[in-house]
Every structure is written in structure tokens, then in C-alpha cells.
């Protein structure tokens, strides 16, 4: 599996166009009442899919992380307690098993590198390849690590015990992070959603309030206006939110 990849399922595909259509209806609604408006949001609308396979290959990639973290600890303790690197990544895939199901992408990949060095095909290159398939820095950085170690005939559990020790260092800050701003997460997601339920519930309870906003130039260009602002600020909060470690 090449993770920098994602293909859309059907079904996920036809989530993604619902919901960029429903999205250019009630902005259209909103913001101008207007047939022809929601003809214009349309395609914007069926942008969505690609926007949120962008946010699930976000997710599968941080699901990687997370469990990769698991994997190096698991594989560092079996050559630690003296396993050669083939028995230490069969070792590995037994314990990981146990914690991820079989459905675990750590899995998967640790299973794939036993069957193929069954072939005889070398670790080093199966990891080598690993890391150009993860899209990870940390998968990349540990496969280089493991090759040096692994030629220098050096004492590989505890290169690798510390290679894993500052890899998962670094992932506990990513998650640290996460756990810090997702309560602004939260928020973000909520004043997003503010000015269309403000807009909604004016109108169930005062109709014809906003009439003058949408039979007038001058009220279509203030809405206008609105919208652009409405749609920075979203841009600007969710950049504000992507933070990298």
C-alpha cells in the first residue's frame, strides 16, 4: 500500500457529493436565496470528496504513526531479549496482533516484511521500502537507522531501544499537541457552523427579517461580503490548527 495514496470508495464518493451539495444549497440559502447562487456554489460543492479524502489520508497517516510507535517498541524489547531480527519482526507481529487486530496497518506491513524474508529478501531493503511507502519522516529515518546499525554489527537492540525511545519522544509531543488544541479543534468546528444556525433560527423565529438582505444590490453585496469574510476566516482557522512537529 502506497500511504501517500488514498482512493475514494463509491460510497465515500457519493458521502462527499450529498454533502457538497447539501453544503452549496444551504450556503446558497443563507447568503443569497437564490436558484441561481446554489447553481453557482454547485461545483465548489462537489470539491468536498477531495477535501475530505485529504483530511482521511490525514487520519490514516496519523493511524500509521500511532501504531508504528507500538511497532519499534515491540520489535527494540524481542531484540533486547536476544531474538534474532527475523524471530524479533515474527515475535513482533504476534504481540501487535494481539493490540491492533489483524486489520492493523502495522500489521499488515510487519507481516509483509516476514513473508518476504522468508523469500530472501533483505530487511533492510523491505524497511528502505516501507519508509518511501509511509510518507513518514520517522518510518523513513528509522529504516536508514536500522540499515547502519544493522551493517555496522553493532548492538542493535540498543540502537534501536534509543532510536525508538527518541521516535516515540517525538510522537508523544505530536499527540500532546493534538490533545491540547482539540478543545479549539472543537470551537473551530462550532463558529463555523455559527452564522448558518444564527441565520436559520432568525428565521423561525422572526420570518421576513432578512428579506431586505436578499431583494436589494445593496443588501446581495453586503451578503456578498459577508461570505468572503466568513469563508477567510474558516481558511485562517484551519491553518492555524495545522501544527508540525
Same mark, same amino acid.
Given at each position: 500500500?502506497?500511504?501517500?495514496?488514498?482512493?475514494l470508495?463509491? #460510497?465515500? *464518493?457519493l458521502?462527499?457529493?450529498?454533502?457538497g451539495?447539501?453544503l452549496?444549497?444551504l450556503?446558497?440559502?443563507?447568503?443569497?436565496?437564490?436558484?441561481?447562487?446554489?447553481?453557482?456554489?454547485?461545483?465548489?460543492?462537489?470539491?468536498?470528496?477531495?477535501?475530505?479524502?485529504?483530511?482521511?489520508?490525514?487520519?490514516?497517516?496519523?493511524?500509521?504513526?500511532?501504531?508504528?510507535?507500538?511497532?519499534?517498541?515491540?520489535?527494540?524489547?524481542?531484540?533486547?531479549?536476544?531474538?534474532?531480527?527475523?524471530?524479533?519482526?515474527?515475535?513482533?507481529?504476534?504481540?501487535?496482533?494481539?493490540?491492533?487486530?489483524?486489520?492493523?496497518?502495522?500489521?499488515?506491513?510487519?507481516?509483509y516484511?516476514?513473508?518476504?524474508?522468508?523469500?530472501?529478501?533483505?530487511?533492510?531493503?523491505?524497511?528502505?521500502?516501507? !519508509?518511501?511507502?509511509?510518507?513518514?519522516?520517522?518510518?523513513?529515518?528509522?529504516?536508514?537507522?536500522?540499515?547502519?546499525?544493522?551493517?555496522?554489527? !553493532?548492538?542493535?537492540?540498543?540502537?534501536?531501544?534509543?532510536?525508538? #525511545?527518541?521516535? !516515540?519522544?517525538k510522537?508523544?509531543?505530536?499527540?500532546?499537541?493534538?490533545t491540547?488544541?482539540?478543545?479549539?479543534?472543537l470551537?473551530?468546528?462550532?463558529?463555523?457552523?455559527?452564522?448558518?444556525?444564527?441565520?436559520?433560527?432568525?428565521?423561525?423565529?422572526?420570518p #421576513?427579517?432578512?428579506?431586505?438582505?436578499?431583494?436589494?444590490?445593496?443588501?446581495?453585496?453586503?451578503?456578498?461580503?459577508?461570505?468572503?469574510c466568513?469563508?477567510?476566516?474558516?481558511?485562517?482557522? *484551519?491553518?492555524?490548527?495545522?501544527?508540525?512537529?
Amino acid at each position: 500500500m502506497n500511504y501517500e495514496v488514498y482512493r475514494l470508495s463509491a #460510497g465515500e *464518493w457519493l458521502g462527499g457529493v450529498s454533502a457538497g451539495a447539501g453544503l452549496a444549497a444551504l450556503t446558497a440559502y443563507v447568503f443569497y436565496r437564490n436558484l441561481v447562487a446554489f447553481l453557482i456554489f454547485l461545483p465548489f460543492g462537489a470539491c468536498v470528496p477531495l477535501i475530505m479524502k485529504k483530511r482521511w489520508k490525514k487520519k490514516r497517516l496519523e493511524r500509521l504513526s500511532a501504531e508504528f510507535k507500538e511497532g519499534i517498541r515491540v520489535l527494540s524489547a524481542s531484540l533486547r531479549a536476544g531474538y534474532s531480527v527475523e524471530n524479533a519482526f515474527r515475535a513482533s507481529v504476534e504481540e501487535l496482533t494481539a493490540l491492533f487486530g489483524e486489520d492493523g496497518l502495522i500489521v499488515r506491513e510487519f507481516s509483509y516484511i516476514v513473508s518476504q524474508m522468508s523469500l530472501n529478501r533483505p530487511v533492510e531493503s523491505l524497511l528502505a521500502d516501507f !519508509g518511501r511507502r509511509s510518507g513518514l519522516e520517522d518510518v523513513k529515518n528509522f529504516a536508514e537507522i536500522f540499515q547502519l546499525a544493522k551493517r555496522s554489527g !553493532g548492538r542493535l537492540g540498543a540502537i534501536m531501544d534509543y532510536t525508538a #525511545g527518541v521516535i !516515540g519522544d517525538k510522537m508523544q509531543v505530536q499527540e500532546d499537541i493534538l490533545t491540547a488544541t482539540a478543545s479549539r479543534r472543537l470551537e473551530q468546528r462550532v463558529m463555523s457552523c455559527l452564522p448558518y444556525a444564527i441565520v436559520l433560527y432568525v428565521d423561525m423565529t422572526s420570518p #421576513g427579517f432578512f428579506d431586505v438582505m436578499y431583494t436589494t444590490e445593496a443588501g446581495r453585496i453586503i451578503m456578498t461580503a459577508c461570505l468572503l469574510c466568513y469563508a477567510a476566516a474558516v481558511a485562517v482557522s *484551519w491553518k492555524i490548527l495545522e501544527i508540525e512537529v
